[in-house]
């Protein structure tokens, strides 16, 4: 049934097909059709940053960045959700055209730019959502925020977002805010990270509850970087690393329609590359902190390789577009078999 619901909304625009979907599924959940037409979630709990998740396959930040959709979306079986990326204010995002696919090699091209109604928008829709299970809220930094002010725009939203959400992702890795990824290095993120941190402790003390935080990073990194990024991760008291964001890189889909076009690439593409540098993570982690794995899972094996590489969790976003609800289910079942 998706197969040809997908024929129908790749003849849009992408981000159009991308908007239509997040209506109906935000519809069917306030009407409480998405209870009716529900898949059974399979239930494979697994306890992580401290939280038990109802399975072990997510739905990645990026596909509901405002919240429109989490009843709906929580009908597919995802063992847990992550909205967002939300910034302090309302922002716009890039002009449009701004989302690509290129369905030869199942991948995404998007330079969206943090689009989003703002945090305060976002508190007031999670308000009325029903789901009672695991939610993480990505968290950003508005594009017209100089690099050098970027902790007041997180520390922003992690103080009104800390009572509501399960745990909170920084997003430092999106390649279509300039400079962002310049926080993911050096002094500049132990800077930033022990500003969160002592945020976390002050906001845990006050409505006593501990919330764990997760970093988001990127791909594009070279391994000497990603042993000083996962360093500094632990040395000030992260609770879990995200692998990875998309990529810049565009060797698989030299030649494709849409190559050229800036942004980050998803999807197949992003396949190995994230893998790998989830290997090389958990390599240099030992243990110390888990990891979630995204980035190019297409198929339940992807999502099983992902978690014999180091993974803990696997989240979903492109390969969902392509191959809908039933790759949830495939990709549960193919962690399950790592178990047996």
Do not use: W
């Not at 959709?69 to 995802?78: E, K, S, T």
């Not at 029903?130 to 594009?143: M, T």
């Not at 988001?216 to 964001?245: F, H, R, S, W, Y």
């Amino acid at each position: 049934m998706y197969s040809m619901l997908r024929s129908l909304l790749f003849r849009l625009p992408a981000e159009t097909s991308h908007d239509l979907t997040l209506d109906l599924l935000g519809a069917a959940g306030r009407l409480r059709l998405a209870d009716k037409l529900a898949r059974p979630r399979i239930s494979q709990p697994v306890q992580v940053m401290g939280l038990t998740f109802d399975n072990p396959v997510g739905l990645a930040a990026g596909l509901d960045k405002n919240a429109l959709a989490v009843d709906g979306l929580a009908a597919l079986g995802f063992g847990f959700l992550e909205v967002g990326t939300v910034t302090p204010r309302p922002q716009p995002g890039n002009p449009k055209p701004r989302m690509f696919r290129l369905p030869e090699q199942d991948a995404i091209i998007n330079r969206m730019g943090f689009n989003n109604l703002g945090v305060d928008a976002l508190l007031q829709r999670l308000d009325s959502v029903r789901y009672q299970g695991v939610l993480g809220v990505n968290i950003g930094k508005n594009a017209v925020t100089p690099v050098e002010r970027a902790v007041d725009d997180y520390l922003h939203c992690l103080r009104k977002v800390y009572s509501r959400a399960s745990y909170v992702t920084v997003n430092l890795s999106s390649p279509n805010t300039p400079g962002l990824r310049t926080l993911q290095y050096g002094d500049t993120l132990k800077r930033l990270l022990e500003s969160i941190k002592a945020c976390q402790t002050e906001l845990a003390g006050e409505h006593g509850q501990y919330v764990p935080i997760a970093i988001k990073i990127a791909p594009d990194v070279l391994p000497e970087d990603l042993a000083l990024i996962a360093q500094v991760l632990v040395e000030e008291g992260m609770d879990g690393v995200i692998a990875t964001n998309t990529t810049l890189e565009r060797t698989a889909v030299v030649g494709l329609e849409h190559a050229e076009e800036t942004g980050g690439l998803s999807g197949g593409p992003l396949t190995d590359v994230s893998t790998e540098v989830i290997r090389l993570l958990a390599g240099e982690l030992k243990g110390r902190m888990p990891i979630i794995g995204v980035g190019g899972i297409m198929t339940g094996a992807d999502a099983a390789e992902k978690m014999q590489a180091g993974a803990s969790l696997v989240q979903l976003y492109s390969g969902f577009i392509y191959r809908g609800p039933e790759l949830v289910g495939e990709c549960i079942d193919a962690i399950a078999a790592l178990q047996r």
